[in-house]
């Protein structure tokens, strides 16, 4: 959006906001001096202050002798070279702590060898790189703790978030499940030095041995549109349901459409259960724009629209936000160096599951809270619809312009709303509530509080410090690759 003369805001965070997306859409490196609730000051980035140029210039007179020449003639720094000296001590603190990127390449055998160790039935590769001159370089890490494995296997739904992320040392691929109360379920992750079909591939083909999900029949799967992860699910996963993002097919398709009718008749066709309601959404895009609908067909509408999805999956999600929070929840440790990160996500993953696993301990009702809070919400709009009773098993429920077929021992509604989620659509509580018997007793059992359980049943085992590792190899290598390559 341009801001022009005399647009109007609800208060200045909204203004900086829209400023900052205007200033990244155009280029412009926008600075946001301080500002009261009332004003807003915005100067451009290539326009310097006189206080920045007072600095610049004071950096330039620095002479390089010693420190007493350095001293002003009170005996103290100037403020540009104490910053300079904190800056290189607390980089040489952090090495100190966090050691070299060498150190820490040359240890990644001897984590793996602790991790195998201390928790028998995990899954860590690593792939090097061999040059001409026989040096090791290295190239990717996988891992997969053996707690985790078996928690998704027997109580998370078969369905896996797909996504990779910037980190200091190339990109962190992850593969996230959903457990009975819709929290994250970090299931694998791998460090690669670039997002690829190769490497999501390589990562795919050892996830693929971890779930036993062969050819991915029954599996869902949940990705960006990047094309690496594309072509890499049709090798490994030809007969798993591929669902993509919706969020970032609507930010692409927003780009050439604007407005309030597209954004509308998008996420309607979108969240449309049924191929008659996505097709009637449809049509009325294409009568605004048959462009905008075009580019949409174009796009695989059985990819992002739940007309189109799996039943029975017990999850109508279309957006991958189940992999969008892990990465936020590990941010930090992306900046850190590869065992450092590791080790954190590692930390994060065990501690997260020990506190999931006591919540769970105290879940109240057989349902996740979670559920039973939407379950509630449908509830309330129950009252709008009429049930017609056909026999005790069979319903017809309607209001003024709608009618659905609702049979309660299928468990299927022909709406397909039940089937997709695992909980009851508001024409099922109706039916339901007709014949006075209890909605929750009808949610699909991966939403229990049994599966709840039985997802954090299962633990990582702590490892000892790295002082203590088993030592498998002495080789240092370097974090860039060369041509052939070795598994380990």
Same mark, same amino acid.
């Given at each position: 959006?341009?801001?022009?003369?005399?647009?109007?805001?609800?208060?200045?965070? &909204?203004?900086?906001?829209?400023?900052?997306?205007?200033?990244?859409?155009?280029?412009? &490196?926008?600075?946001?001096?301080?500002?009261?609730?009332?004003?807003?000051?915005?100067?451009?980035?290539?326009?310097?202050?006189?206080?920045?140029?007072?600095?610049?210039?004071?950096?330039?007179?620095?002479? $390089?002798?010693?420190?007493?020449? $350095?001293?002003?003639?009170? *005996?103290?720094?100037?403020?540009?070279?104490?910053?300079?000296?904190?800056?290189?001590?607390?980089?040489?603190?952090?090495?100190?702590?966090?050691?070299?990127?060498?150190?820490?390449?040359? !240890?990644?055998?001897?984590? *793996?060898?602790?991790?195998?160790?201390?928790?028998?039935?995990?899954?860590?590769?690593?792939?090097?790189?061999?040059?001409?001159?026989?040096?090791?370089? #290295?190239?990717?890490?996988?891992?997969? %703790?053996?707690?985790?494995?078996?928690?998704?296997?027997?109580?998370?739904?078969?369905?896996?978030?797909?996504?990779?992320?910037?980190?200091?040392?190339? &990109?962190?691929?992850? @593969?996230?499940?959903?457990?009975?109360?819709?929290?994250?379920?970090?299931?694998?992750?791998?460090?690669?030095?670039?997002?690829?079909?190769?490497?999501? !591939?390589?990562?795919?083909d050892l996830l693929k041995g971890d779930v036993?999900?062969?050819?991915?029949?029954?599996?869902?799967?949940?990705?960006?549109?990047?094309?690496?992860?594309?072509?890499?699910?049709?090798?490994?996963?030809?007969?798993?349901e591929h669902r993509q993002c919706t969020r970032?097919?609507?930010?692409? %398709?927003? !780009?050439?459409?604007?407005?309030?009718?597209?954004?509308?008749?998008?996420?309607? @066709?979108?969240?449309?259960?049924?191929? &008659?309601?996505?097709?009637?959404?449809?049509?009325?895009?294409?009568?605004?724009?048959?462009?905008?609908?075009?580019?949409?067909?174009?796009?695989?509408?059985?990819?992002?629209?739940?007309?189109?999805? $799996?039943? /029975?999956?017990?999850?109508?999600?279309?957006?991958?936000?189940?992999?969008?929070?892990?990465?936020?929840?590990?941010?930090? @440790?992306?900046?850190?160096?590869?065992?450092?990160?590791?080790?954190?996500?590692?930390?994060?993953?065990?501690?997260?599951? #020990?506190?999931?696993?006591?919540?769970?301990?105290?879940?109240?009702?057989?349902?996740?809270?979670?559920?039973?809070?939407?379950?509630?919400?449908?509830?309330? $709009?129950?009252?709008?619809?009429?049930?017609?009773?056909?026999?005790?098993?069979?319903?017809?429920?309607?209001?003024?312009? /709608?009618?659905?077929?609702?049979?309660?021992?299928?468990?299927?509604?022909?709406?397909?709303?039940?089937?997709?989620?695992?909980?009851?659509?508001?024409?099922?509580?109706?039916?339901?509530?007709?014949?006075?018997?209890?909605?929750?007793?009808?949610?699909?059992?991966?939403?229990?509080?049994?599966?709840?359980?039985? @997802?954090?049943?299962?633990?990582?085992?702590?490892?000892? *410090?790295?002082?203590?590792?088993?030592?498998?190899?002495?080789?240092?290598?370097?974090?860039?690759?060369?041509?052939?390559?070795?598994?380990?």
């Amino acid at each position: 959006m341009k801001p022009t003369l005399g647009m109007k805001f609800e208060s200045p965070t &909204q203004l900086k906001d829209s400023m900052i997306d205007y200033g990244v859409s155009n280029g412009y &490196q926008l600075k946001f001096p301080v500002n009261d609730y009332k004003r807003l000051l915005v100067r451009c980035g290539e326009e310097e202050t006189d206080d920045e140029n007072d600095e610049k210039d004071e950096e330039g007179k620095k002479d $390089e002798g010693d420190e007493k020449d $350095e001293e002003d003639g009170m *005996g103290k720094k100037p403020d540009n070279i104490k910053k300079k000296k904190k800056k290189s001590s607390k980089k040489k603190a952090l090495n100190d702590y966090e050691g070299g990127l060498k150190e820490h390449y040359s !240890k990644l055998s001897d984590y *793996g060898a602790e991790i195998l160790l201390t928790n028998p039935g995990s899954t860590v590769k690593m792939v090097v790189n061999e040059d001409a001159n026989r040096d090791i370089y #290295f190239s990717s890490y996988y891992i997969c %703790f053996k707690g985790v494995k078996d928690g998704w296997m027997n109580g998370c739904r078969k369905i896996i978030g797909l996504d990779g992320c910037f980190i200091k040392t190339g &990109q962190l691929l992850s @593969a996230i499940g959903r457990d009975a109360n819709n929290h994250i379920f970090p299931l694998a992750w791998a460090v690669v030095s670039v997002e690829n079909k190769e490497n999501w !591939k390589w990562f795919l083909d050892l996830l693929k041995g971890d779930v036993e999900m062969e050819c991915g029949i029954g599996l869902t799967l949940i990705s960006d549109q990047h094309k690496g992860i594309v072509e890499a699910v049709k090798d490994v996963f030809p007969y798993a349901e591929h669902r993509q993002c919706t969020r970032h097919i609507y930010a692409n %398709f927003n !780009k050439k459409f604007r407005g309030i009718d597209y954004k509308n008749l998008f996420w309607g @066709a979108a969240k449309s259960t049924t191929e &008659q309601q996505f097709e009637a959404k449809m049509n009325e895009l294409k009568a605004i724009s048959e462009e905008a609908y075009s580019h949409l067909i174009e796009r695989n509408p059985k990819s992002w629209s739940r007309a189109f999805f $799996e039943v /029975d999956r017990a999850c109508d999600a279309f957006e991958n936000d189940m992999s969008e929070s892990f990465n936020s929840c590990i941010r930090v @440790a992306r900046r850190k160096p590869i065992i450092t990160m590791l080790e954190e996500i590692r930390m994060f993953v065990m501690q997260r599951s #020990f506190t999931m696993s006591t919540k769970a301990e105290k879940v109240e009702h057989d349902v996740c809270p979670t559920v039973r809070k939407k379950l509630e919400l449908i509830k309330l $709009e129950q009252r709008h619809w009429k049930v017609i009773p056909s026999d005790n098993i069979i319903f017809e429920v309607r209001n003024e312009k /709608d009618a659905y077929a609702v049979n309660v021992n299928e468990q299927t509604c022909s709406c397909r709303s039940w089937q997709l989620s695992g909980i009851p659509c508001v024409h099922t509580v109706a039916a339901l509530a007709f014949i006075n018997k209890d909605p929750e007793n009808y949610i699909n059992k991966w939403l229990k509080r049994d599966m709840f359980k039985e @997802a954090y049943k299962y633990h990582i085992k702590p490892l000892k *410090g790295s002082s203590s590792w088993p030592k498998e190899r002495a080789n240092a290598w370097p974090a860039k690759s060369k041509e052939k390559k070795r598994c380990f």
